[in-house]
């Protein structure tokens, strides 16, 4: 196969659904007497967390979504996050909850996690709501993956039947994603750094998803001619020049030549990633306002 493959837009079709989703804020607001509001909690001053939460606090802001942001000190106690996490459980103006990772290494994240209110719980990593996906109920969904799922349906590429090759067994991507491609009747490979002879395996695929956190490791001739590859690489690296910028873990300049679509990083998966947990907190409103009728 020949050409240059089709762009996978995130940031086109997170910008569409940030208009439906202000839509939607705008109709239930006069039912509920206030807007859907998240509260993100994040610890410690991780640069590149903080340019997150910021732009997940920017994105809030232009739906009509009320951020609640508390930004906490390194030294932060996981008694004092507990205490936190729990006042916004139980504040009812409060519809989302987002602790953003990663935490300082003292702090345990899945003990925190767990104390988040599963109904609350818009990055869809509490135990209860990975339970739901697992047995295909109802519930929160890890947005990155579900940002993934959104990508693939509005560019009518259909799992059914293909092979979906996974680079990452994380819990906050690999794993849930795996599941929600199985929903979708692909046939899913999860490869990781104990994977033998990958590059096999990821050439078979005919959805190849990159999400290892490693530049440049997903390389043209790891990819079947005509396949999907999904990229959710952000490593940051910097040049000679001591400039930083944003890669993936795909070799876009090269693997652009052989896939039949791609999405590029900036610009891919991370808007949709953010399109998601805005999503995710208007589900939580919208369930509110229908368990009060």
């Known amino acids: 196969m020949t050409g240059i493959a089709g762009i996978l837009d995130g940031k086109a079709l997170a910008a569409q659904l940030h208009i439906e989703l202000t839509q939607q804020i705008e109709t239930l607001q006069p039912q509920m007497g206030r807007p859907p509001s998240l ?3 994040m610890v410690g001053d991780n640069p590149a967390s903080l340019s997150y939460v910021r732009g997940k606090e920017r994105a809030c802001e232009k739906v009509g979504i009320a951020s609640v942001g508390k930004h906490l000190p390194t030294e932060t106690t996981q008694l004092e996050l507990e205490k936190l996490l729990h006042d916004f459980n139980q504040d009812e103006t ?8 990663p935490l ?13 209110n599963p109904d609350k719980d818009v990055d869809g990593l509490h135990p209860l709501n990975l339970g739901r996906l697992m047995r295909g109920e109802l519930g929160l969904q890890s947005c990155t993956p579900a940002g993934i799922m959104h990508l693939l349906a509005a560019y009518e ?15 906050l991507v690999g794993k849930p994603l795996a599941l929600m491609l199985l929903s979708a009747n692909a046939t899913v490979t999860v490869a990781h750094s104990r994977t033998q002879n990958l590059q096999a395996i990821a050439r078979s ?8 956190g490693q530049p440049n490791l997903v390389t043209a001739d790891m990819v079947m001619p005509g396949a999907t590859v999904i990229d959710v690489g952000t490593n940051r690296i910097v040049d000679e020049t001591g400039k930083a910028r944003l890669v993936g873990d795909v070799d876009f300049t090269n693997v652009q ?12 998966v991370g808007p949709m990633t953010v ?13 509110k306002l229908q368990r009060c009728d």
């Open 157 to 171: 590429i259909d799992p059914t039947g293909k092979n979906a090759v996974i680079i990452g067994r994380s819990t």
């Open 94 to 101: 409060v519809d989302g909850i987002l602790l953003q990772l």
């Open 39 to 41: 509260a993100v909690l």
């Open 257 to 268: 030549k052989v896939a039949a679509w791609l999405s590029p990083v900036p610009g891919g």
């Open 104 to 116: 300082p290494d003292h702090l345990d994240a899945a003990g925190l996690l767990s104390q988040i």
């Open 205 to 212: 695929a005919d959805i190849l998803i990159a999400a290892a």
């Open 275 to 287: 399109a998601m947990l805005l999503h995710n907190t208007v589900w939580s409103y919208r369930r």
